[in-house]
């Protein structure tokens, strides 16, 4: 029987570079990982740490899901429906069910 592994992070709140680096050493650390879940305040006011990873400056590792916005200065970063808002960055809309690649349902 193999083992699921995913990552779940709490506030972010804008500091991606750090996230992301972390991501990274765990990912091929304790790896391999099938995804990462954000469920805190994913972005902050500053948005140019933002707009790296929006550019690839700042690398995704491995698909990231996020929920949100939580605060209401926050809703230009997200779009109507899920959609992927940045290269690897998937925002997966108001309400739903994610279903991974090995059959894991998360609702929210």
């Known amino acids: 029987m193999s083992s699921l592994k995913i990552l779940v992070s709490g506030d972010v709140e804008g500091h991606f570079k750090t996230l992301f680096t972390k991501v ?17 305040n994913f972005f902050s006011a500053n948005e140019d740490e933002w707009k790296d990873v929006k550019s690839g400056k700042i690398a995704v590792p491995i698909t990231t899901y996020i929920l949100g916005p939580n605060r ?5 970063f997200y779009s109507e429906d899920s959609s992927e808002i940045a290269p690897n960055v998937i925002y997966l809309g108001k309400r739903g069910v994610l279903t991974g690649s090995s059959g894991l349902k998360i609702a929210y």
């Open 24 to 40: 990274a050493t765990l990912h091929q650390k304790k790896g391999p990982f099938e995804y990462l879940l954000c469920v805190g």
């Open 72 to 76: 209401r200065e926050h809703l230009r």
